[in-house]
């Protein structure tokens, strides 16, 4: 979080955003807060880029980094201290204080994690064209696709199918290992059967019992690895 002057420079930070940029408070205060994001085309955004927006609504969030902007020019990085950078989402609101002076606040996501998975899900798609395609659309079947990277078997892609049937969003799935599924009734000995395949790299065929996110509906999966 960070607060803002009428002319764009900091008056305040919380520890979060020191954290976030590296720097300490001291030297955020005066810093001209548009200096701590660069384009993606290479430059800072003006003070007018980050404000502009405010003359006839008191809050917006900026597409800065947004789905919708995620590989065009859109994309707005955060600036640490030691140059390098990460992906970030910004909200902008406007308030007056008691003399009348504007102030601006400034909070700001680190969203890298994020935008990675995407990434990673753009680049599954890349290279496997239409099988991924028809993957997705198909909303009888749930699929889902996880990195191997580590034994934690993070979720890098859902289908359509996989959100009907667990009613959760993609949002709450990308990142996630599918444990959060599990409840009372499932299977520990199938559980154990599933990570000794996935361990091992060969294909299984299972039966387990599984919750969907109203936690009250219990749902019995054939899991193919």
Same mark, same amino acid.
């Given at each position: 979080?960070?607060?803002?002057?009428?002319?764009?420079?900091?008056?305040? =930070?919380?520890? @979060?955003? +020191?954290?976030?940029?590296? *720097?300490?408070?001291?030297?955020?205060?005066?810093?001209? $807060?548009?200096?701590?994001?660069?384009?993606?085309?290479?430059?800072?955004?003006? /003070?007018?880029?980050?404000?502009?927006?405010?003359?006839?609504?008191?809050?917006?969030?900026?597409?800065?980094?947004?789905?919708?902007?995620?590989?065009? $020019?859109?994309?707005?990085?955060?600036?640490?201290?030691? $140059?390098?950078?990460? *992906?970030?989402?910004?909200?902008? =609101?406007?308030?007056?204080?008691?003399?009348?002076?504007?102030?601006?606040?400034?909070?700001?996501?680190?969203?890298?994690?994020?935008?990675?998975?995407?990434?990673?899900?753009?680049?599954?798609?890349?290279?496997?064209?239409?099988? *991924?395609?028809?993957?997705?659309? =198909?909303?009888?079947?749930?699929?889902?696709? @996880?990195?191997?990277?580590?034994?934690?078997?993070? @979720?890098?892609?859902?289908?359509?199918?996989?959100?009907?049937?667990?009613? *959760?969003?993609?949002?709450?799935?990308?990142?996630?290992?599918?444990?959060?599924?599990?409840? +009372?009734?499932? +299977?520990?000995?199938?559980?154990?059967?599933?990570?000794?395949?996935?361990?091992?790299?060969? /294909?299984?065929?299972?039966?387990?019992?599984?919750?969907?996110?109203?936690?009250?509906? $219990?749902? @019995?999966?054939?899991?193919?690895?």
């Amino acid at each position: 979080l960070l607060i803002l002057d009428s002319s764009g420079n900091i008056i305040k =930070s919380n520890q @979060t955003a +020191e954290k976030m940029f590296d *720097y300490s408070r001291e030297e955020f205060l005066g810093r001209a $807060a548009n200096r701590l994001f660069i384009h993606s085309l290479g430059q800072p955004p003006t /003070p007018e880029q980050l404000f502009k927006f405010l003359d006839n609504k008191n809050q917006i969030t900026l597409p800065l980094a947004s789905e919708k902007g995620l590989f065009t $020019a859109d994309v707005v990085f955060g600036k640490r201290k030691d $140059a390098s950078l990460f *992906y970030v989402d910004i909200s902008v =609101s406007k308030f007056e204080k008691s003399n009348q002076e504007v102030n601006y606040l400034l909070l700001i996501r680190d969203i890298t994690d994020k935008i990675q998975n995407q990434q990673k899900y753009t680049d599954l798609l890349t290279q496997y064209g239409q099988l *991924y395609h028809a993957i997705n659309l =198909s909303e009888q079947i749930g699929i889902i696709v @996880t990195e191997n990277k580590d034994k934690d078997y993070k @979720t890098i892609f859902a289908n359509k199918g996989f959100l009907r049937i667990t009613g *959760y969003s993609l949002e709450e799935i990308i990142g996630n290992n599918c444990r959060f599924l599990q409840g +009372e009734k499932t +299977e520990k000995s199938q559980i154990k059967k599933f990570r000794k395949a996935l361990n091992n790299g060969v /294909p299984a065929q299972l039966e387990i019992t599984n919750y969907k996110k109203d936690v009250v509906t $219990a749902v @019995t999966w054939g899991v193919f690895t």
